[in-house]
Each structure stands twice: as structure tokens, then as C-alpha cells.
């Protein structure tokens, strides 16, 4: 699929062909504060590419956590008002761990599990209008994470972000990237 930035990195590349390396400036993130206490925050680098109808999107997201929410991302984006992220992402209690956002209009925050290391399989599918968040400690046995819809869920782009919401920067690695235009059919089975 063609694909473009929503908002450009401090540095981007695809050394092997197979892979694709982000650096998140300073600061950056992608989130709308539920309590509105702040500005929204919509200046990670996110590179995605157009989607329609069902599919599968999988990578193996290796982080080099620094600062506090550091976090490697797989995103749904409608709008700048309308997306979803699976995270994983440096707590404040400093662990890994995998975190979903799903916004409309203002963004929610959900952690899942801690993970031991700095590596972790995450997967997006869509199933009709709806969506599923899975991620993996060894990318064959699946944990659900999430089942949500968008708005219209119409015209989408699907893809990869990194971020640093309070750290100088963050280094995300995305490996084994696998697409398929297929339909998950059991959300919770594991596979």
C-alpha cells in the first residue's frame, strides 16, 4: 500500500527491507486529554498507508525506553478527531507495558499487561465496522486487548507511530511487519 506521514519523524528507515526504524522527537505524542486539562497532543510521527474492508496488520515493536509513555505504536486513523492506538509503552512505575487509546473527540486510556523486556508482538483486525487489539510475548499465542468501533469507519489509514510525550525522544524498531486482507473470525481463541 502507498504510504505517507500524518506527522513526519526526527528520523525514519527501512534498513533491510523488512523493517522500519522511527525516532519520535521530543514530546511528541498523539492524545486528547479526557479531563481537558491540556491541549491536545497531536505531533508523533505516525506513517500509514489507506485500508479498506478486512484485515490483519502484526509487528514485533522493540522499544528503546527512555522517558515516561516512550511508547512503539500500531494505529487506526479516520481523522485527527476519530483514531485508535495499541501502545506499548513505558509507565510511570517504569515497566513496559501494552496500552490501547481509542478516541472520538477526546481519548481514553486503558493498560493491559506489563512485559518483561523490550520487545512485544502487536496486532490490529478489523472485522467489518469493528476493531480488535491483540498483542503477544512470542507472536504465536495472541491476548485480547480490545474490541471497539469508530465512527463511520469508512475511509481509514492503518499503520505505525512512535512516541516521547514527556521524554527527549524515542527509537522504535517495527519487525516482522505482516498485512493480510483477511477476517480474524474469533477474537479471543489465541491464534
Known amino acids: ?30 492524545f486528547v486529554d479526557p479531563q481537558r486539562s491540556a491541549e491536545p497532543r497531536l ?6 498507508g489507506p485500508s479498506s474492508g478486512d484485515f490483519v496488520l502484526s509487528a514485533r515493536v522493540t522499544v528503546d ?8 505504536v500500531l494505529v487506526v486513523h479516520e481523522s ?12 510511570p512505575q517504569r515497566e513496559p507495558m501494552v496500552v490501547s487509546v481509542v478516541t472520538r ?10 512485559v518483561d523486556g523490550a520487545s512485544v ?11 480488535a487489539f491483540h498483542a503477544s510475548t512470542d507472536g504465536s499465542s495472541w491476548s485480547f486487548i480490545r474490541h471497539f468501533a469508530l465512527e463511520g469507519a469508512g475511509e481509514l489509514s492503518i499503520g505505525f507511530a512512535a512516541q516521547a510525550p514527556v521524554g527527549d525522544g524515542c527509537a ?7 498485512y493480510e486482507a483477511t477476517r480474524l473470525d474469533d477474537l479471543r481463541s489465541g491464534e
Open 43 to 48: 505531533d508523533a510521527p505516525a506513517l500509514v
Open 121 to 131: 508482538w502487536l496486532r490490529i483486525a478489523r472485522v467489518g465496522p469493528a476493531f
Open 80 to 91: 485527527d478527531d476519530v483514531w485508535a492506538k495499541l501502545c506499548f509503552e513505558y509507565s
Open 172 to 178: 522504535v524498531s517495527f519487525e516482522q511487519i505482516a
Open 1 to 30: 500500500m502507498p504510504l505517507r506521514w500524518l506527522r513526519k519523524p526526527q528520523s525514519w528507515s527501512i534498513p533491510d527491507g523488512g523493517s522500519l526504524l522511527v525516532a519520535a522527537g521530543p514530546q511528541t505524542d498523539w
Open 105 to 114: 473527540g477526546v481519548s481514553d486510556d486503558c493498560n493491559s499487561f506489563a
Open 65 to 72: 525506553f527512555a522517558g515516561t509513555f516512550d511508547a512503539g
